[in-house]
């Protein structure tokens, strides 16, 4: 039974649901050294800045059980950087390139997502205002409601393209970010981002993290990230691309039963580099064995 | 050929106080390229997800066999300690920047400065520089008499010294002491040991010597995408070097510690 792995979103044709998540594969090229970046669906590139950021001090790393906290910082060459150097290499692979925008200010965001949506290599924007390792923008414009979809608006009005908003799980109700957000004209969400952690080192007495706090990713944040997405697919209309301690095919799965249309795979790429194509090749078949004979039909199934 | 392997533990020895060697097996050997480099270790508890990274300390290509040495530290450690031969160990590697020979000129003396579990990278690189016929000479430092390896291994490719800070073996006090106390005249320096010691290298020979220094972070990827292990270079404006990718071994003058 041949099963059909093609998934169309505003803005994307993707020809599998699988995505590498922002901050966890750069801008690609690493990973290119690997494998061959066209077996994948798309690519979420590293967050853009206007200017080039160096992140935070080390140790910007921290180990807990199933997960990693993160503290890099939104380090980044800067938005033009990104546009002379990154998108141009981006251009050889069929590849649908979303590109992540992170700004200090709401005049930051517009002019981030509008430069970055005028170029032809972008399908998309993905709007993080979920970093929980930034000192100013970031995840204050996550966690209100109000200050959220006024942002989206806004970048909605400059962008050329469709703009996806990455949503932060640390706040007490996420369905009515998303559906502010989604008022405000989002196109779609991306969902969720890392949760705010920290670790203490017994011998120091200090947080082993430089930041102090970072986020959590990883399998340990799994059924968090699946719980929101089947809050928020049961009270919005636009699509969800899902992400949150995807390991195998098995958790794709699992994330486009709860509402997710495609998914981002993100701390794994860590622990196995090989993990996209992987889940790619392995997918078909799980998905025929569970009677299905698309992506599609497996979308909000545990809401039938 | 994918860079992840399935490799065969050949041995996985304690050679002194919680000082392990572990000799790995796979086709994959074949792509070492320099002393230096690293790998990157999954170990088998799913809960600790992370690989570890380490250096290779000796490469075998004959028999398609590499080693490595570690220090139990932690969680990862003591359970990679447990490993018996026979188990299998997925290898990421070989994977970043290591120690470069070629602006050796054959009549130069290369210095190895090792300290404590930054000695094992110079093991390598002590066999290659022998090999090619230059005068080489190793100051290594350890803590005591029982933490105190690969000093017969060290001397049948240099000229050894070894330091321990309670002087119950060699020199009574720190590899810099030693180098002082030697008065040895060098052409380059190869430095791997705590962040202490390479900063004080750093500090007396980045104006007068030419030098590589091997660092040590915390890292996730090993390959460059996620910014984990960043350090800072030199000059203005502030700009940052990926430990894993363009290092672990960086120029004696290209990274601010």
Redesign the interface.
């Known amino acids: 039974m041949s099963v059909d792995l093609q998934v169309t979103l505003p803005g994307l044709e993707l020809k599998n649901p699988i995505i590498p998540a922002s ?4 801008f690609g090229e ?2 290119a ?2 494998y061959d970046l066209n077996q994948l669906g798309g690519i979420m590139i590293k967050a853009a800045t206007v200017k080039a950021r ?2 935070n001090p ?6 807990t ?4 906290l ?1 503290a ?1 910082g939104l ?1 980044n060459p800067g938005v033009e950087a990104i546009i002379r150097d990154k998108l141009p290499w981006l251009a050889q692979f069929d590849l649908a390139v979303i590109a992540n925008i992170a700004g200090d200010t709401m005049e930051e965001y517009e002019e981030l997502g509008r430069r970055l949506s005028d170029n032809e290599v972008v399908k998309a924007l993905e709007l993080n205002i979920s970093c929980p390792n930034v000192e100013k923008g970031g995840l204050a414009f996550g966690t209100d409601p109000d200050i959220a979809a006024e942002l989206t608006a806004r970048v909605k009005k400059v962008a050329s393209k469709p703009v996806y908003v990455k949503l932060s799980p640390n706040v007490t109700d996420i369905v009515r970010i998303a559906r502010a957000v989604e008022e405000a004209g989002a196109d779609g969400l991306s969902m969720i981002n890392t949760l705010l952690g920290m670790r203490i080192d017994l011998k120091s007495g200090k947080t082993i993290l430089a930041n102090g706090t970072g986020g959590l990713s ?2 340990a944040i799994k059924p968090v990230a699946i719980r929101m997405i089947y809050q928020v697919y049961k009270e919005v209309q636009i699509p969800i691309i899902g992400m949150g301690g995807i390991q195998q095919a098995r958790d794709v799965l699992e994330f486009l039963y709860a509402g997710a249309s495609a998914v981002g795979v993100g ?1 794994a ?6 993990v996209c194509p992987r889940i790619i090749r392995e997918l078909p078949e799980l998905l025929a064995g569970h009677g299905f004979t698309s992506v599609q039909e497996a979308v909000g199934y545990a809401h039938k | 050929m994918k860079l992840t392997e399935d490799m065969l533990v050949i041995k996985n020895e304690e050679i002194a106080r919680d000082i392990y060697e572990l000799v790995l097996k796979g086709q994959n050997v074949q792509l070492m390229k320099e002393a230096g480099q690293f790998v990157n270790i999954q170990l088998e508890r799913k809960g600790l997800i992370l690989r570890r990274p380490f250096s290779i300390c000796e490469i075998n290509y004959s028999e398609k066999e590499f080693k490595i040495i570690y220090r139990v530290l932690g969680e990862g450690t003591e359970e990679l300690a447990r490993l018996k031969a026979g188990a299998r160990l997925n290898v990421f590697g070989p994977l970043g920047t290591g120690f470069p020979e070629s602006g050796l000129a054959k009549d130069e003396v290369a210095l190895l400065i090792g300290g404590g579990i930054g000695v094992p990278p110079l093991y390598e690189l002590a066999r290659r520089l022998h090999k090619r016929g230059n005068k080489v000479i190793s100051v290594l430092g350890f803590q005591d008499k029982e933490g105190i390896f690969y000093v017969e291994e060290f001397g049948q490719y240099s000229e050894l010294h070894v330091a321990t800070m309670d002087g119950s073996y060699g020199y009574k006090g720190n590899v810099l002491e030693l180098i002082g106390h030697l008065q040895q005249d060098f052409d380059i320096l190869y430095a791997c040991g705590p962040m202490a010691m390479l900063k004080s290298i750093q500090e007396a020979y980045s104006q007068q010597k030419r030098g590589y220094i091997s660092l040590e972070e915390r890292m996730a990827c090993g390959i460059g995408a996620c910014y984990g292990c960043v350090c800072d270079k030199e000059g203005e404006p502030p700009y940052q070097k990926r430990v894993c990718k363009e290092g672990p071994v960086f120029s004696l003058n290209e990274v601010s510690l």
């Open positions: 901050g966890c594969f750069g690493e990973f050294e690997l160096i992140g080390t140790p910007r790393i921290a180990e059980y199933g997960g990693i993160n890099i380090q990883g399998p701390t790429n860590f622990i196995d580099p090989y």
